[in-house]
C-alpha cells in the first residue's frame, strides 16, 4: 500500500520578501497615504462638494498601484504553483486582504457621499467607510513591518521602519480631533473668553496629549522591543508621522521641535539599551520619550504664537504623558511572574 503524497504545491516554502519588494511596498504606501493627507487638506481649503476630486485621484491612484503590486504577485506566486496560502511572502498576507477592506471602503464611501453627501470636521474621521478604509489602509501599509518582524534578523530594514511611521501616520490621522498636533490652538496664543471656553479647550488638550503619547509610545516600544534600532529610527517615526499631521493645517513651525524630540529618543535608545532583558531602562526610556516631545512642544508654542496654559496645567499634562508611556511599558514588557514551589 502506497502513502498519499502531498501536491507538489503544497511542499513549496513560502516566498520571502526582498528588500526591493519591500521598498517598492513602502514607497506606494507613502503615495496612497499622502493622498489621505492631501485629501483632509483639500477638505480645509475649499468646499468639496463630489467625491471625484483630483485629491481623491492621489489617494486612490496610490491605492490601485500598491492593490496591482500586491495583487500581482500573488498571481505570480500561483502562476508558479504556490499553494493560495502561501502566495504571498510572509508577511504580507494581511496586505493583501488589506486590498479587499480598502476596496469595499472606497465603494462604500462614494456610496455614503451619494447618499448622505460629503462629511465635514470630526463626522469624517468617523464616518464607517472612512475607519474601513483606515483598517484596509493600515493592514497594507505594514507587510514590510511584519515580513521584517518574521525575520530572524536583530535589526529592521528601513523599509519597515519607514512602514511603521506611516501606520502612525494612519492613527494619527484619524484622531486628530484629539491631537495637539492638528489642533495646536487649544493651547497656543491667548486664552479664550469664559470659563466653559477654558474648561473645554484645557480638558481637550489634556486627553489630546494623553491620547497620542499611548498612539506614538505603543509603535515605538513595539519597535525597542522587537529589534535593536539603527540610529535615526525614532527620528523617522516620529518625524514623518509628525510632518503628516501638521501638513493638513500647513502648520509647519511644528516641525523642528518634533525633530529634535525624535533625535532624542534616538539618543536614549543608545544610551539606556531598553530590551525586555533591561525592562528598568525600558520603562525609563517609555517615561522620559513623551515628556522630552512634550517639554519641546510647549516650549515651541511659548516661544512661537504664544502659549496661554497655565505653569500647573502644561507641567502636569507634560509629567502625565510620561507617565502614560510608563504605564505602557508594562503591556510591552511585563513584571516577571513568580515560580509557585510545590511543597
Given amino acids: 500500500m502506497t502513502t498519499p503524497t502531498l501536491p507538489a504545491t503544497l511542499n513549496k516554502a513560502q516566498p520571502v520578501s526582498s528588500a526591493r519588494f519591500d521598498w517598492a511596498v513602502?514607497?506606494?504606501?507613502a503615495w496612497m497615504i499622502g493622498g489621505i493627507h492631501l485629501d483632509a487638506w483639500a477638505h480645509h481649503q475649499f468646499e468639496v462638494e463630489t467625491f471625484f476630486t483630483p485629491w481623491h485621484g492621489v489617494l486612490y491612484s496610490g491605492f490601485l498601484a500598491l492593490a496591482a503590486l500586491l495583487a500581482g504577485t500573488f498571481a505570480r506566486h500561483l502562476a508558479a504553483g504556490q499553494a493560495w496560502r502561501q502566495a504571498m511572502p510572509a508577511g504580507y498576507e494581511l496586505?493583501?486582504?488589506?486590498?479587499?477592506?480598502?476596496?469595499?471602503?472606497?465603494?462604500?464611501?462614494?456610496?455614503?457621499?451619494?447618499?448622505?453627501?460629503?462629511?465635514?470636521?470630526?463626522?469624517?474621521?468617523?464616518?464607517?467607510?472612512?475607519?474601513?478604509l483606515a483598517v484596509g489602509g493600515g493592514f497594507m501599509v505594514t507587510g514590510p513591518v511584519r515580513a521584517a518582524w518574521a525575520r530572524a534578523e536583530a535589526r529592521p530594514g528601513w523599509a519597515a521602519l519607514t512602514a511603521l511611521a506611516l501606520l502612525l501616520s494612519v492613527l494619527?490621522?484619524?484622531?486628530?480631533?484629539?491631537?495637539?498636533?492638528?489642533?495646536?490652538?487649544?493651547?497656543?496664543?491667548?486664552?479664550?473668553?469664559?470659563?466653559?471656553?477654558?474648561?473645554?479647550?484645557?480638558?481637550?488638550?489634556?486627553?489630546?496629549?494623553?491620547?497620542?503619547?499611548?498612539?506614538?509610545?505603543?509603535?515605538?516600544?513595539?519597535?525597542?522591543?522587537?529589534?535593536?534600532?539603527?540610529?535615526?529610527?525614532?527620528?523617522?517615526?516620529?518625524?514623518?508621522s509628525t510632518l503628516?499631521?501638521?501638513?493638513?493645517?500647513?502648520?509647519?513651525?511644528?516641525?523642528?521641535?518634533?525633530?529634535?524630540?525624535?533625535?532624542?529618543?534616538?539618543?536614549?535608545?543608545?544610551?539606556?539599551?531598553?530590551?525586555?532583558?533591561r525592562p528598568g531602562a525600558l520603562r525609563g526610556f517609555a517615561f522620559a520619550v513623551p515628556v522630552i516631545f512634550y517639554a519641546l512642544y510647549f516650549a515651541t508654542l511659548a516661544l512661537t504664537d504664544g502659549l496661554w496654559w497655565?505653569?500647573?496645567?502644561?507641567?502636569?499634562?507634560?509629567?502625565?504623558?510620561?507617565?502614560?508611556?510608563?504605564?505602557?511599558?508594562?503591556?510591552?514588557?511585563?513584571?516577571?511572574?513568580?515560580?509557585?514551589s510545590h511543597a
Fill in 244 to 277: 503628516l499631521a501638521i501638513s493638513v493645517h500647513e502648520d509647519w513651525g511644528l516641525l523642528p521641535f518634533a525633530v529634535i524630540g525624535g533625535l532624542a529618543a534616538d539618543g536614549l535608545v543608545q544610551w539606556l539599551k531598553p530590551s525586555s532583558e
Fill in 172 to 240: 494619527l490621522f484619524f484622531t486628530a480631533y484629539a491631537n495637539p498636533l492638528s489642533e495646536a490652538a487649544l493651547a497656543r496664543g491667548q486664552a479664550p473668553a469664559g470659563d466653559e471656553q477654558i474648561f473645554l479647550r484645557q480638558s481637550l488638550g489634556v486627553a489630546s496629549l494623553l491620547l497620542q503619547t499611548a498612539l506614538t509610545m505603543g509603535a515605538a516600544l513595539l519597535a525597542v522591543r522587537r529589534w535593536i534600532l539603527p540610529f535615526g529610527s525614532l527620528t523617522l517615526l516620529i518625524g514623518l
Fill in 95 to 132: 496586505s493583501l486582504a488589506g486590498v479587499g477592506l480598502f476596496f469595499l471602503g472606497g465603494v462604500g464611501d462614494m456610496l455614503w457621499h451619494s447618499l448622505f453627501g460629503i462629511e465635514v470636521n470630526v463626522e469624517a474621521l468617523l464616518s464607517p467607510t472612512h475607519l474601513l
Fill in 310 to 340: 497655565t505653569i500647573p496645567l502644561w507641567a502636569g499634562a507634560i509629567v502625565m504623558a510620561g507617565i502614560v508611556g510608563w504605564l505602557l511599558s508594562y503591556a510591552f514588557v511585563p513584571p516577571s511572574t513568580p515560580v509557585a
Fill in 26 to 29: 513602502t514607497v506606494l504606501s
